[in-house]
């Protein structure tokens, strides 16, 4: 297990954007498949988008054209960038890892070993 501690959420109105982090410590977060997962009250957790590990980024379908991943692997941190953010979109968001040896690119949330505690975000129409 490799601790990661997600930041950046909080409320917002519909059409704002939010720009979320995750640090994570004690691993090479560059070698690492990392990712971002949405639930909301009663629903299952959902894919986001997720940095491969050779970096390359990939989205899922729910903020696809929103969003946009970057990770910096010097500060072992990921982010996740939310534009025109809609009220379906509030939710818990989070940061994910999994190392290279077991998953390379995945943006199923079972594929992944180690996880964040979320940050909240809400938008309010």
Do not use: H
């Not at 959420?9 to 004690?26: D, I, N």
């Not at 560059?30 to 986001?48: D, H, N």
């Not at 290279?100 to 070993?113: C, E, H, I, W």
């Amino acid at each position: 297990q490799v601790p990661l501690v997600e930041s950046g959420g909080g409320s917002v109105q519909a059409g704002g954007s939010l720009r979320l982090s995750c640090v994570a410590s004690g691993f090479t977060s560059g070698t690492y498949c990392m990712g971002w997962f949405l639930q909301a009250p009663g629903k299952e957790r959902e894919g986001v988008a997720y940095i491969t590990t050779y970096g390359t980024p990939r989205y899922g379908d729910t903020v696809k054209d929103r969003s946009t991943t970057t990770r910096e692997n010097d500060k072992s941190m990921l982010s996740l960038q939310i534009n025109s953010l809609k009220a379906e979109d509030t939710a818990m968001y989070y940061c994910a890892a999994v190392p290279p040896r077991n998953q390379m690119s995945t943006l199923r949330a079972g594929d992944y070993r180690d996880w964040g505690q979320g940050t909240q975000v809400t938008v309010s129409s």
